[in-house]
Nanobody
Framework: QVRLVESGGGSVQAGGSLRLSCVNS????????MAWFRQAPGKKREGVAA????????YYGDSSIKGRFRVSRDSATSVYLQISSLQPEDTAMYYC????????????????????WGQGTQVTVSS
């Protein structure tokens, strides 16, 4: 069974950096897409970044994310999110998701495309 666990969140001042990690401890086999979503209080859940297990292709969200967020993979069971120049607007619960399909074959920022989700890791950015 898929069991996703996120880590790396915390409290940081504006301009700081964080590196989030997500590990699928229940991985069995096959290619997959892993993604990061975030949701702030009162806001919709939005896609942040995504990447397939065996691809160099990366996917990013809107202009406020692009350039400051970097997604990476080093195995079929994990995904990372390096965040720089954090702003208070980045404050949210960050969730990891996965599905046993390549990101290129789905809409990577469609939450309904994913079959498994982690519990999230909180990122709080102060001014």
């Amino acid at each position: 069974q898929v069991r996703l666990v996120e880590s790396g969140g915390g409290s940081v001042q504006a301009g700081g950096s964080l590196r989030l990690s997500c590990v699928n401890s229940g991985y069995t086999d096959g290619r997959n897409c892993m993604a990061w979503f975030r949701q702030a209080p009162g806001k919709k859940r939005e896609g942040v970044a995504a990447m397939s297990s065996t691809s160099t292709w990366t996917y990013y969200g809107d202009s406020s994310i692009k350039g400051r967020f970097r997604v990476s993979r080093d195995s079929a069971t994990s995904v990372y999110l390096q965040i720089s120049s954090l702003q208070p607007e980045d404050t949210a619960m960050y969730y990891c998701a996965t599905v046993d399909k390549l990101c290129a074959t789905i809409s990577p920022f469609d939450a309904n495309a994913y079959s498994s989700w982690g519990q999230g890791t909180q990122v709080t950015v102060s001014s």
